[in-house]
């Protein structure tokens, strides 16, 4: 076997699969773009879904892609393997309708064990297919030659994600020997089984059904072939070390940590564990946050947030106490430099983020500990047990990991309900696994338009209606020559000036019409080969393909779409002058009403940033800068600076979009002449949609001058309110103001004056028992910190009395009492105060001159009061 750094292994691959005509598709970030069905990508399939459902076909139907992902259903595995991450990169080859199962398995064959590649020894390489897929075991038999014990079937090698492709899988597995374990089907210990020593390397899935949506399955039309091979696990093997984490891939990682922590990674499993945690995830967060995702509560950002906290709590297992993780960044970009250059790029972002989210959750690790004190006071002197749902309500909500509860339990001699808790684990997963299910699939394949190839070319750039042929009409994915109902229909026509949705700015609308025939457009898209297929309602008359159409396209619509997409480009090139280049561009709606825009960006905007992108727009409006489009080689466009956009995939021709140097944008909309032609610009809305990205919405032109009249109209309504002219609008509330501040003071004076009436008559209240004054009496106080002063004041004038007052606010009694001093000996201040409190239901007690306290139960106030008057009886 030949020596391979990780980085190496990832090229060989490549340059194998290009060597066999295969087109190299690059990493795709891992938030997915235009797929709300996925958290994160996790696999190299998951980025080509277009190619496999069949709604773009591709230059090449033989791909092949190093593909980094995500996946969070492994995290409890991470560490405690030697082959699951959250973060992993998968190789990967795809054939689009091209080679099937016979040329993969020849071509992963090859790869493995051809002595120019791989040079695996081939004696040690085990395979497993479908029991019913007997196509692909006889390819391994008889045309690989394998022998009959080296083929496993396996019933769950069927790859199935819901409705759309899927079909059954051949697994790759490499024996690493006696040393992992010994040969025991009982422990799992066979290619396929849950253990070490039989690593699975490569899946080649064979797409071949169509899983519909009634549940039934059909042969695709189009059969397909996705694989994916564990880069990190290759490297294993061919380092022959005996964890991914012992790779190239990892060292240099594990050795910050030895240097931050003191400890030595390789002493004890246990603290490897905590290596391997912290390595894992810090891959998995700095590339994440690369791609555009952020720490928060929800969705994406939730999943970085765990990660992050998992991996804190294991550094405190190595005695790291404050926040570390940051600093490994910049070991994550060195590592990944060559093939994913943005952590590098971004690493000072990278770092901000983590420190600040560490600090985070060092400081509420410590209301982790609180919630448990609390767990544990309702259970210490009863079942003596922590619920399986309350450790994991403080794992899952506090991120308060399951084995500090454990060690916490232990030193309070309470136990947990380990099985409980692993329930609700389980329960968690199945959440998991059943959102996952339900969202991944894909769409079926439309048979129609992906075998229809003719061209249609796209005139609306320059003109608002065309005379065009009608080239191809479908309804329910069937060809039709002719159609009189009034439903919907699928239209493409050689040429067309509706603009298909794409690039966040929406479709057109408008009326396709014959002598015969009127129909409205509805939504215009690209079909699989990227002809604009206009879906539209019949109105009247008979369609039929041949038939030349007169298209028209709504152009009032259009021309402020056209404004809002302009005033788009400025707005994004102010907010990254503005807040820093990290503003990228999540997601963006090009409307004629508004515009909206989703950048990631941690906080909130405040009002300077809003108004400082907004005059920045407008002043480029004011300027009249010409908007220059032009198409160039993709290098030429960034030796421009042009921007691209994040994570799309651009030709090698592109479209640039230049407004006179200010905004570069490669793009692929429809624009202004001059941005003078957008008028105005106002921004009306900032907002958080959460995982760290932020929204803004804006209006032009004529909507921006209605938004105006809209605000001035209420102006209008304020001064019919304050019976005033505009002019003089601030001067009458800056003197309502005054008033009501003058009215509060004047309402307060008066009630003092009130409770000092009731002072001045006290001796009408005091009373003598037994030879002893005694002044107990309800007075009004807001808190107990008035009622004192109200005490101090009746006690300078009564030095010998003994007083108790009370006062109810909201339904809470507060109390305080007074003795003086020289009758201490006979009456406690202290005692007095538990038999008030106690009538009142609640609590109280001091020294034997001065007590406080309070209660519950107002209605009592009274019998407390009086209680005094028995106490000095007795
Ligand atoms: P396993 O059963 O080992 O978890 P899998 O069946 O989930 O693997 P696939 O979905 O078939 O794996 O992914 C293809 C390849 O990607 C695997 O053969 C493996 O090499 C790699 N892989 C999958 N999951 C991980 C992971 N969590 N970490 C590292 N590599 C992985
Ligand atoms: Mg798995």
């Known amino acids: 076997m030949k020596q391979l750094t990780g980085n190496e292994i990832r090229d060989l691959f490549i340059k194998f699969f290009k060597e066999k005509n295969h087109m190299v598709e690059p990493s795709a970030p891992l938030v997915p773009i235009d797929d709300d069905s996925l958290l994160w990508i996790n696999s190299g399939v998951a980025t080509l879904k277009k190619y496999f459902d069949g709604r773009v076909i591709p230059d090449n139907p033989r791909i092949v892609n190093a593909q980094k992902s995500i996946r969070t259903n492994d995290i409890e595995n991470v560490g405690f393997t030697a082959r699951h991450h959250t973060f992993f990169e ?37 395979i497993t297919v479908h029991p019913e897929d007997t196509d692909a075991y006889d390819i391994w038999r008889e045309d690989i030659g394998l022998s009959e014990e080296r083929i496993i079937r396996i019933e769950g090698n069927f790859w199935d994600i819901g409705e759309g492709p899927c079909g059954p899988n051949s697994e790759i597995f490499y024996d690493r020997g006696e040393s992992y374990g010994a040969d025991d089907p009982a422990d799992e210990m066979y290619p396929g089984g849950e253990n070490e020593r039989y690593l699975e390397v490569w899946n080649l899935v064979f797409s ?29 093997i061919v380092q022959n070390v005996p964890t991914n984490f012992d790779t190239d891939l990892f060292t240099p990682l594990l050795e910050r940590i030895e240097e931050v922590s003191n400890k030595s990674y390789g002493v004890s499993d246990s603290q490897d564990v905590a290596f391997k945690v912290i390595s894992d995830h810090v891959r998995t967060v700095s590339f994440a946050i690369a791609d555009g995702a952020l720490p928060s509560n929800e969705g994406r950002g939730y999943v970085l947030r765990r990660l992050l906290r998992r991996a804190v709590r294991f550094a405190k297992e190595l005695g790291i106490n404050e926040a570390f993780m940051y600093s490994l960044v910049d070991t994550v970009g060195d590592i990944m430099k060559g093939f994913y250059p943005n952590v590098r790029e971004k690493s000072d972002f990278i770092k901000e983020v983590v420190k600040k989210e560490e600090e985070r959750f060092l400081a ?12 544990k006071a309702s259970v210490k002197d009863t079942t003596g047990v922590i619920s399986g749902e309350d450790a994991f309500k403080l794992y899952d909500t506090y991120g308060f990991p399951y084995e500090l509860t454990r060690e916490y339990a232990e030193n309070d001699g309470l136990e947990v309900d380990e099985q409980g808790f692993m329930d609700e684990m389980a329960k968690q997963r199945e959440r998991a696994r059943n959102a996952r299910k339900s969202s991944e699939s894909m769409q079926v394949q439309s048979k129609v338009l992906s075998d229809f190839t003719t061209p249609s070319l796209f005139t609306g750039y320059e003109s608002l209606n065309e005379e065009a042929q009608l080239l191809l009409m479908v309804k329910d994915d069937e060809s039709l020559q002719s159609y009189d109902g009034g ?58 393909t041949g038939v030349t159409y007169k298209l028209s396209v709504d152009a009032e619509k259009r021309s402020f779409i056209v404004k809002n997409h302009s005033a788009t480009h400025l707005m994004h090139q102010a907010l990254k002058d503005t807040i820093g280049e990290h503003a990228n561009q999540a ?191 309800e007075v009004d106080a807001k808190n107990a910190k008035e009622l004192r002063a109200i005490m101090d004041d009746i006690k300078s004038a009564n030095q010998d009395a003994i007083i108790a007052l009370g006062s109810v606010n909201e339904d809470k009694v507060s109390l305080v009492v007074t003795v003086p001093k020289d009758l201490t000996d ?39 009061l009086q209680f005094v008057n028995e106490y000095i009886t007795i």
């Not at 209006?699 to 001064?719: G, H, M, N, P, W």
């Open 364 to 375: 509420t690790l410590d209301e982790g500990i609180r919630i448990y004190e609390s767990f």
């Open 90 to 126: 998968m190789l990967g080859n795809f054939s689009i309708g091209d080679y099937f199962k016979k040329e993969s398995i020849e071509l992963a064959w090859e790869f493995l064990t051809s002595e120019e590649w791989m040079d695996f020894d081939e004696s040690l390489l085990y």
């Open 487 to 544: 439903e919907m229909v699928e239209l493409i026509f050689d040429k067309t000036p509706f603009y298909a949705v794409s690039g966040g700015q929406i479709a057109d609308y408008g009326t396709i019409k014959s002598d015969t025939a009127e129909l409205e457009v509805e939504a215009v898209y690209k079909g699989p080969n990227k002809q604009n297929v206009h879906l539209a309602k019949v109105v009247s008359g008979t369609v039929e």
């Open 826 to 864: 006979r009456f406690k201040a202290g005692e007095i105060m538990k038999g008030m409190a106690g009538r009142v239901d609640g609590k109280g007690g001091g020294r034997p001159d001065m007590a406080q306290g309070g209660g519950t139960n107002p209605d009592n106030l009274t019998i407390a």
């Open 587 to 777: 997601g963006s709606l090009v409307e004629a009403e508004k515009l909206r825009f989703d950048f990631s960006h941690l906080n909130p905007l405040t009002a300077e940033e809003i108004k400082s992108i907004e005059d920045s727009v407008n002043e480029k409006i004011y300027e009249g800068l010409n908007v220059e489009i032009s198409e160039m080689p993709i290098a030429e466009a960034k030796e421009k600076g042009a921007m691209a956009l994040f994570g799309e995939k651009y030709g090698d021709i592109v479209r640039v979009v230049d407004m006179d140097d200010y905004s570069v944008e490669l793009c692929g909309g429809i624009h202004v002449v001059n941005t003078s032609d957008i008028g105005l610009f106002k921004i009306v809305s900032e907002t958080g949609i959460g995982a760290g990205i932020r929204r803004l919405e804006a209006v032009t032109s004529k909507y921006a001058v209605e938004y105006y009249k809209e605000k001035e109209r209420r102006l209008q309504k304020i001064t019919d309110l304050l019976k005033v002219k505009e002019d003089n609008v601030i001067r009458k509330i800056t003197q309502l103001n005054d008033e009501k501040t003058e009215l509060k003071q004047e309402i307060k004076e008066l009630k003092s004056a009130s409770s000092k009436d009731k002072l001045a008559n006290i001796e009408n209240i005091k009373q003598t028992v037994d030879g002893i004054d005694l002044i107990a009496t």
């Open 208 to 236: 071949e059904f169509n899983h519909n949506s009634d549940g039934t399955y059909t042969p695709l039309p189009k059969k397909n072939i996705d694989t994916g091979m564990g880069l990190e696990r290759m490297a294993s």
